[in-house]
């Protein structure tokens, strides 16, 4: 059971993701798995060719500080950082996260990984971001809203959430690694098998008087400022597609 998240996005330097994916997804999966961390999904940002985002998973914030110290420190990273952290401008666009309710986190279990090499698929990952005003009371009545009201909506709109996260309030415990700090944010996640098939989930739900109407109204007046929608599509190894 995965307990805590962090979705990293890294800005790299112009024309050089592809240089990562591969070396991150030749080098950095296995080698990170064998620590006991979840790699759940590496991605290209199709808003941005500059950049790379991921999310992987510990089982909770001690086995977080020690996989990471582990991996860190460990024979891989050694041999593979300065090949990897050339190609990057900025890695610490991290959010701390963990399930929005014991039911809400990623089930990959059935997935199974594809082998170093293999083609990306034509899918659409989408994460949505939800800024909420400061304080984990805000964050409690939101996440009920959400998995109650709007989880099943979307569901019915071909865009069941893969996983709903929120804010890991606790102190980021392996200070090497920056995270962002003073965040309030309930993200969702949806798999989709190509980007019509997502513009038909965007028509449906537009169509939805219960969205329109009463739903959104409802989200719009939990937010601080307005969300945020990544467009991402899977690495060829990647278990989120």
């Known amino acids: 059971m995965t307990e805590v998240l962090e979705l990293r996005q ?6 050089r993701r592809e240089e990562l994916i591969e070396l991150f997804d030749r080098e950095f999966v296995e080698s990170q798995e064998e620590l006991g961390i979840s790699l759940y999904g590496q991605f290209r940002d199709l808003d941005d060719e500059e950049r790379f985002v991921w999310l992987r998973g510990f089982a909770d914030l001690p086995a977080r500080a020690e996989a990471l110290a ?31 309710a014991p039911d809400s986190g990623f089930d ?5 990984r594809p082998p170093a ?23 409690d009545g939101f996440a009920e809203f959400f998995l109650d009201d709007v989880r099943p ?7 069941e959430p893969l996983a709903c996260l929120r804010t890991e309030p606790a102190e980021n415990n392996f200070p090497a690694l920056p995270v962002r700090t003073g965040e ?13 098939a997502h513009l038909e989930h965007v028509r449906l739900l ?11 109204p409802l989200l719009t007046k939990h937010l ?6 990544l467009h991402l599509n899977p690495t060829g190894r990647s278990l989120v597609r």
């Not at 582990?70 to 701390?96: C, E, I, K, Q």
């Open 153 to 159: 909506l979307l569901a019915e709109t071909g865009a």
């Open 206 to 216: 537009g169509r939805s008087t219960r969205w329109t109407h009463d739903l959104l």
């Open 117 to 139: 090499g293999a083609e990306p698929p034509g899918s659409l990952v989408t994460v949505t971001l939800y800024h909420l005003p400061p304080g984990n009371g805000s964050a």
């Open 70 to 100: 582990a991996f860190y420190g460990g024979p891989v990273w050694a041999a593979h950082r300065d090949a990897a952290n050339a190609t990057m401008a900025d890695s610490d666009d991290v959010l701390l996260l963990r399930p929005a």
């Open 108 to 112: 990959l279990a059935a997935g199974t």
């Open 224 to 229: 601080a400022r307005p969300p945020e929608q």
């Open 10 to 15: 890294y800005t790299l330097h112009p024309g």
């Open 184 to 196: 309030n944010v309930f993200a969702w996640v949806a798999a989709f098998a190509d980007q019509d």
